[in-house]
């Protein structure tokens, strides 16, 4: 009902209805939304907070832990939250800062069952869990929305540069990617399955933003994720916060993992935001021993936008996520040595 009023009188804010709690223009509610059950027949609950704008304007959805170990976006989520007044909002903001507690609670990216939720969007009401949680965020929330960010951090045992992954083809997923405002930004479709994916085919426009790696807290991922959710909110018109430009920006689709060419413990020789020549040493390999088994060198000159964060490899690991810049990487090197790539 609530939504046939906005689209009757879109210069007008009205109610938002979710959950069974009406949220008026011009106010904030906190609110569980079910979307499982636990052995025990516990409702299994997401918070989200509902900002209803005393202004008329766009619904954007922020989503936070959907893999479930993967939490810099949750304080990201928190942040917004505490800084957006709905007096001063034009539209309606859904935040979710945990959007799969299950996995969360196991401190783990998957679900019990070994599905990664992150593969079942828009989900559908008679398949797995994943399946379930997937259909119920996903009707009673993004559905609901206009434009969407999705946070999340890097896979266990590895670390990532702040960046955007965005399929570009779209010219509205491309407006929130440049707007956000992180220096590298990925031309990615997605796999099937995966909520950004869903959302922009459904007319959404979603963009994910990654940064640094699970079960922690880092400063400078949180504080530029605040800032790209802030520019977003901006270039829609949804809030006066002022713009912050990157000194630079590149978007790539030319990128891949050096993997470990033999056994061993590494110790590397980069970090992510550090830029190498061909040749360059990525990591040098030795044996428990300290004898030193090969270096791994990197085949081409790049950006390196992400790590693995652990010593150990066998033949095939993934070492170091390295961007080909081609004629983009001596300006990109002049713009570095004025002002290096924040990661911590």
């Known amino acids: 009902m609530v939504d046939t009023q906005r689209r009757q009188n879109p210069h007008v804010a009205t109610p938002f209805e979710l959950g069974g709690i009406t949220v008026i223009p011009g106010e904030r509610s906190d609110i569980r939304v079910k979307i499982s059950e636990l052995y025990t027949a516990v409702p299994v609950t997401v918070p989200l907070t509902v900002v209803n704008g005393a202004s008329p304007g766009p619904r954007l959805f922020v989503t936070a832990a959907i893999h479930g170990n993967e ?95 965005a399929d570009m083809k779209f010219p509205q997923v491309r407006r929130l990617a440049a707007a956000f405002g992180c220096e590298v930004v990925f031309d990615m479709t997605g796999e099937k399955g995966m909520l950004r994916n869903a959302a922009t085919r459904l007319g959404i426009p979603t963009i994910v933003y990654e940064a640094g790696e699970p079960l922690k807290f880092q400063l400078g991922p949180i504080e530029q994720g605040v800032t790209g959710v802030k520019n977003v909110m901006s270039e829609l018109g949804m809030y006066d916060f002022p713009r912050v430009s990157p000194a630079f920006q590149v978007n790539v689709d030319d990128h891949k993992w050096i993997r470990a060419e033999k056994g061993g413990i590494m110790m590397l020789q980069i970090k992510p935001g550090d830029l190498v020549d061909k040749g360059d040493v990525i990591a040098i390999n030795t044996k428990p021993f300290g004898a030193e088994v090969m270096r791994l060198k990197a085949p081409h000159a790049g950006l390196v936008v992400g790590t693995s964060t652990m010593p150990m490899v066998i033949p095939g690991s993934a070492v170091c996520h390295l961007v080909k810049l081609g004629s983009r990487l001596r300006p990109l090197r002049a713009m570095l040595k004025k002002k290096p790539l924040r990661f911590e």
Do not use: C, W
């Open 71 to 165: 939490i810099n976006g949750i304080e990201i989520v928190r942040r917004i939250r505490a800084e957006v007044d709905p007096q001063l909002l034009r539209g309606t903001l859904l935040l979710v800062a945990i959007a799969n507690p299950i996995a969360f609670m196991n401190l783990s990216r998957d679900l019990p069952d070994g599905r990664d939720l992150n593969r079942f969007f828009p989900g559908r009401d008679l398949g797995s869990m994943a399946s379930h949680i997937a259909a119920a965020l996903f009707d009673k929330v993004i559905r609901r929305a206009d434009y969407g960010i999705d946070l999340h951090t890097a896979a266990a045992g590895r670390t990532n540069l702040p960046h955007v992954r």
